[in-house]
């Protein structure tokens, strides 16, 4: 008889147990976040997708109790700080990645070989961002319309025209491409390491034109140290109501738009994400955070994580057919 009561308790335990490990996850994810969290921009500080992330970084503090670091792994044209959290990270939403549109659609096709799959190895979590461009010169260059500068470009005797990116495959590389296709141009491209030290010298006049984020080189443009020609989008952007379309400037069929968003490493709680995706779209619904965020040069987008996941799939085919044409491609 007391052999039995043994055996009875002995069992009750071990399905005691085993309801509890059942729980744990479960628990685990409700209980998220309950430590730092991890933000990894995958481009040098003082860029426009630096700043979004410093601007997020707040108030995603306040909404959700923890505290979160922003890192900058910046390289390869953000393969590397990418590729750091879609192979790396565990997958337990401790770990974010600002998404540009670079490492996430563009790269699988500018690069001959990657160490992760944006498509398999994130998951999508919300689109932040989708912003025109502002094509823009130094003021020495002495030239003052989109017209000009094709025209400087097409006499051939302007050696000192040539155009900073954030890198290959970059937003600010594949709207210079795109120009020079259009215009059966071949104004040469200089890649930087990220948007910040590319616009430096720009300012600087190391280089003389950039195709650039509007909410970094807005500043710029508003104090005169650069001349704006045009914007990417098909309309005219409300911070420069008096800059032109690159299609009214005189390029018809141009336009371009980049986008930023935010993933983690796939196999992360569907609940975890979830709850961020939720955050993320309360802090967007804050009309002085929108407006913050439009003053950077781009509007509220927010939504889904399913929208946000065929943005990817049918950017990755539309900027992979634009890499294909500039015929770049790299290691």
Known sequence: MQRQQFI?????????????????????????????????????????????????????????????????????????????????????????????????????????????????????????????????????????????????????????????????????????ELFNSLQDLKMPHIPYRGAGPALNDVLGGQVNVMFDILGSSLPYIQSGKLTPLAVTSAKRVPALPDVPTMAEAGMPGYEFTGWHGIAMRSGTPPAIVDKLNSTLNAIFAQPEFRKKWEAIGTPVVAGSAAQFGELIRTETVRLGKLVKNSGVTLD
């Open 8 to 176: 009875r308790t002995l069992l009750a335990s071990a399905l005691s147990a085993v309801a509890a490990l059942s729980a744990a996850p479960s628990q685990a994810q409700d209980a998220w976040p309950n430590k730092t969290i991890r933000f990894v921009v995958p481009y040098p500080p003082g860029g426009p997708t630096d700043l979004m992330a410093r601007l997020l970084q707040g108030e995603l503090q306040t909404k959700l109790g923890v505290t979160v670091m922003v890192d900058n792994k910046g390289g390869a044209g953000g393969n590397l700080g990418s590729a750091e959290v879609a192979k790396q990270a565990p997958a337990d939403g401790y770990t974010l990645l600002l998404a540009a549109s670079g490492p996430m659609a563009v790269n699988p096709t500018l690069y001959r070989s990657m160490t992760f799959n944006p498509q398999t190895d994130l998951v999508p979590v919300i689109q932040l961002s989708s912003f025109p461009l502002v094509l823009e010169v130094n003021p020495k260059t002495g030239i003052k319309s989109l017209k000009e500068l094709v025209a400087a470009l097409k006499d051939n005797k302007r050696q000192d025209l040539s155009f900073a990116s954030a890198g290959n495959g970059t937003p600010q590389h594949l709207a210079g």
